[in-house]
C-alpha cells in the first residue's frame, strides 16, 4: 500500500467530537461529570462516523498549496474546475449524470436536511424514513416541528429488508409528502437493489412525493459490490433531491461542503433563498473537495481495501466467540451494525455498557438510530487494526463477565 492506515493519530485536545465531544453527544454530559471505570484517555473511540486515517496526501499537498496563497476571503463556486471534478467522478464511477444547474452546496448533509424538509412539508405534514436509522433524519423533522412516520425494516438472521406493504400504504398518506432516502443505508450498510430503488421509485411517483436520496456514503463498499444512485432509476423525475459528499469517504467532515442536487427549480431557488450562509464557501473545502474527485482514486481504493480486512477481522471474532450474533458484513460503509441484543438481556443500555465495562465507545439503540435499533450497535471500522483488536476482546471479556450471553 501507498498509504500507511495502522498508523495511530493522537487527535486529542483537538476540539474533534470523537475525542472531546463524546460525553456531551452520547452521554448528554458536557461537564463531564459522569464516572466511568476507564480514564478518558483509556477509552477506544468506536462510535461517530469519522475515521481515524489520515487524509491522502494529495489532498493535504492542495490545502497547504491554497494556504501558501495567504488570502482567503468571501469565497464560493465561480469557475467551472469544481463542479467538473463532482461530475467526473459520478460519471466514471457510477455512470451518473445531472444538469449542472441542480448542483447546490451546503456545509453539509445535515443543515441540507434541516432547510429542505422545512421547504418540502408544511406544518401539518410529515416525513418518512425507515428505521433504523440515521439520527439527523429525526433531528431534521423535529427542528422543524414535522411529524415523523417510520417505515420498520426487517430484521432477520444477520439480514435487513425494507418492508415494502407498509411504505405502500404510509405513501398513499397525502399528508406524508416527503421520504428521506438513505442510500447505501445507514446504519444497516444495506446497498439497494436495483429492484428495490424501481420499486421505491414506483412507490414514489405514483404517490408525487418528494425524495432526497442521501447517497454520502456510496464511496465505501466492500470489494465486488456496486452502487446505483437513484437518479439514475428516477432519471426524469422532477421531485428527486440527491445529496453526495467527498467528507465522509475522505475523513473531511470538519471541511463542511456537500453537493446538493436538486431538480425542481422552485424548490431549489427556495432552498438557495434560505442558506443562511448567503452562498459562501470556505476556500480550503473547495480545494480539497476538487482535490480529493480529481486525485483522490488510489487513496480512497486501499482505504476500502483495508477496511474490507478489517470487517473480515471481526466476522471471523464473532463467528468464533459470538455466534448467536448473526453477523453478517454490509455491502457498503465502514460502519458494522452488529446485534449485541442476542447476547446481553434485553434493555441492556449498550452505550453505558460498552463504555463502563469495556471502555469502547460506541453507538447504538434506539436513543441514537430512532427505533426498531434496541441492542443494535454500529461499530466503526475506519481506524487500524491494532486498536479494534484491543476493543474486540474487552467487549467480549465485558460481555462474559456480566453473564448476559444467552
Request: aromatic content about 14%; hydrophobic content about 40%.
Given at each position: 500500500?501507498?498509504?500507511?492506515?495502522?498508523?495511530?493519530?493522537?487527535?486529542?485536545?483537538?476540539?474533534?467530537?470523537?475525542?472531546?465531544?463524546?460525553?456531551?453527544?452520547?452521554?448528554?454530559?458536557?461537564?463531564?461529570?459522569?464516572?466511568?471505570?476507564?480514564?478518558?484517555?483509556e477509552?477506544?473511540?468506536?462510535?461517530?462516523?469519522?475515521?481515524?486515517?489520515?487524509?491522502?496526501?494529495?489532498?493535504?499537498?492542495?490545502?497547504?498549496?491554497?494556504?501558501?496563497?495567504?488570502?482567503?476571503g468571501?469565497?464560493?463556486?465561480?469557475?467551472?474546475?469544481?463542479?467538473?471534478?463532482?461530475?467526473?467522478?459520478?460519471?466514471?464511477?457510477?455512470?451518473?449524470e445531472?444538469?449542472?444547474?441542480?448542483?447546490?452546496?451546503?456545509?453539509?448533509?445535515?443543515?441540507?436536511?434541516?432547510?429542505?424538509?422545512?421547504?418540502i412539508?408544511?406544518?401539518?405534514?410529515?416525513?418518512?424514513?425507515?428505521?433504523?436509522?440515521?439520527?439527523f433524519?429525526?433531528?431534521?423533522?423535529?427542528?422543524?416541528?414535522?411529524?415523523?412516520?417510520?417505515?420498520?425494516?426487517?430484521?432477520?438472521?444477520?439480514?435487513?429488508?425494507?418492508?415494502?406493504?407498509?411504505?405502500?400504504?404510509?405513501?398513499?398518506?397525502?399528508?406524508?409528502?416527503?421520504?428521506?432516502?438513505?442510500?447505501?443505508?445507514?446504519?444497516?450498510?444495506?446497498?439497494?437493489?436495483?429492484?428495490?430503488?424501481?420499486?421505491?421509485?414506483?412507490?414514489?411517483?405514483?404517490?408525487?412525493?418528494?425524495?432526497?436520496?442521501?447517497?454520502?456514503?456510496?464511496?465505501?463498499?466492500?470489494?465486488?459490490?456496486?452502487?446505483?444512485?437513484?437518479?439514475?432509476i428516477?432519471?426524469?423525475?422532477?421531485?428527486?433531491?440527491?445529496?453526495?459528499?467527498?467528507?465522509?469517504?475522505?475523513?473531511?467532515?470538519?471541511?463542511?461542503?456537500?453537493?446538493?442536487?436538486?431538480?425542481?427549480?422552485?424548490?431549489?431557488?427556495?432552498?438557495?433563498?434560505?442558506?443562511?450562509?448567503?452562498?459562501?464557501?470556505n476556500?480550503?473545502?473547495?480545494?480539497?473537495?476538487?482535490?480529493?474527485?480529481?486525485?483522490?482514486?488510489?487513496?480512497?481504493?486501499?482505504?476500502?481495501?483495508?477496511?474490507?480486512?478489517?470487517?473480515?477481522?471481526?466476522?471471523?471474532?464473532?463467528?468464533?466467540?459470538?455466534?448467536?450474533?448473526?453477523?453478517?458484513?454490509p455491502?457498503?460503509?465502514?460502519?458494522?451494525?452488529?446485534?449485541?441484543?442476542?447476547?446481553?438481556?434485553?434493555?441492556?443500555?449498550?452505550?453505558?455498557f460498552?463504555?463502563?465495562?469495556?471502555?469502547?465507545?460506541?453507538?447504538?439503540?434506539?436513543?441514537?438510530?430512532?427505533?426498531?435499533?434496541?441492542?443494535?450497535?454500529?461499530?466503526?471500522?475506519?481506524?487500524?487494526?491494532?486498536?479494534?483488536?484491543?476493543?474486540?476482546?474487552?467487549?467480549y471479556?465485558?460481555?462474559?463477565?456480566?453473564?448476559?450471553?444467552?
Amino acid at each position: 500500500m501507498k498509504y500507511d492506515f495502522d498508523q495511530i493519530v493522537d487527535r486529542s485536545n483537538t476540539n474533534a467530537l470523537k475525542r472531546d465531544g463524546w460525553r456531551e453527544y452520547i452521554f448528554g454530559d458536557p461537564e463531564g461529570k459522569k464516572q466511568f471505570n476507564f480514564k478518558d484517555e483509556e477509552f477506544i473511540h468506536m462510535w461517530v462516523a469519522d475515521m481515524e486515517f489520515k487524509c491522502a496526501d494529495e489532498i493535504i499537498d492542495a490545502i497547504h498549496k491554497r494556504v501558501d496563497h495567504g488570502i482567503f476571503g468571501y469565497t464560493t463556486v465561480y469557475n467551472d474546475d469544481y463542479p467538473n471534478a463532482f461530475a467526473k467522478w459520478c460519471k466514471d464511477r457510477y455512470d451518473f449524470e445531472f444538469n449542472k444547474e441542480e448542483l447546490c452546496y451546503s456545509p453539509g448533509i445535515i443543515p441540507a436536511l434541516y432547510e429542505l424538509v422545512g421547504d418540502i412539508c408544511a406544518p401539518d405534514e410529515k416525513v418518512l424514513f425507515q428505521t433504523p436509522s440515521y439520527g439527523f433524519f429525526k433531528h431534521a423533522s423535529t427542528y422543524n416541528g414535522r411529524e415523523m412516520v417510520f417505515n420498520k425494516m426487517k430484521y432477520n438472521a444477520g439480514e435487513w429488508e425494507l418492508d415494502f406493504d407498509e411504505l405502500e400504504k404510509q405513501c398513499a398518506d397525502p399528508k406524508t409528502p416527503l421520504l428521506v432516502w438513505c442510500n447505501p443505508h445507514n446504519p444497516t450498510g444495506r446497498i439497494w437493489t436495483d429492484d428495490e430503488l424501481k420499486r421505491v421509485a414506483e412507490i414514489v411517483e405514483k404517490n408525487d412525493m418528494y425524495i432526497i436520496s442521501d447517497e454520502i456514503h456510496c464511496d465505501m463498499r466492500r470489494a465486488g459490490t456496486s452502487h446505483t444512485p437513484m437518479g439514475k432509476i428516477m432519471k426524469d423525475y422532477p421531485k428527486l433531491v440527491t445529496s453526495m459528499s467527498a467528507s465522509k469517504c475522505f475523513n473531511m467532515a470538519g471541511l463542511q461542503l456537500s453537493n446538493i442536487l436538486i431538480r425542481d427549480p422552485e424548490l431549489r431557488q427556495k432552498f438557495k433563498d434560505g442558506d443562511k450562509l448567503v452562498g459562501f464557501l470556505n476556500p480550503l473545502s473547495i480545494t480539497a473537495m476538487q482535490a480529493a474527485y480529481e486525485e483522490g482514486g488510489q487513496w480512497l481504493q486501499e482505504m476500502n481495501d483495508y477496511v474490507d480486512a478489517n470487517f473480515a477481522y471481526i466476522k471471523e471474532f464473532f463467528d468464533k466467540n459470538l455466534p448467536e450474533m448473526e453477523f453478517k458484513i454490509p455491502d457498503s460503509t465502514y460502519l458494522a451494525w452488529v446485534n449485541f441484543g442476542a447476547v446481553l438481556p434485553a434493555g441492556t443500555d449498550v452505550n453505558e455498557f460498552f463504555a463502563n465495562e469495556a471502555g469502547v465507545l460506541i453507538e447504538g439503540g434506539d436513543a441514537l438510530f430512532v427505533d426498531n435499533a434496541e441492542g443494535f450497535v454500529r461499530l466503526n471500522l475506519a481506524m487500524p487494526k491494532s486498536q479494534i483488536e484491543i476493543a474486540m476482546q474487552r467487549m467480549y471479556d465485558a460481555i462474559e463477565k456480566a453473564g448476559g450471553r444467552k
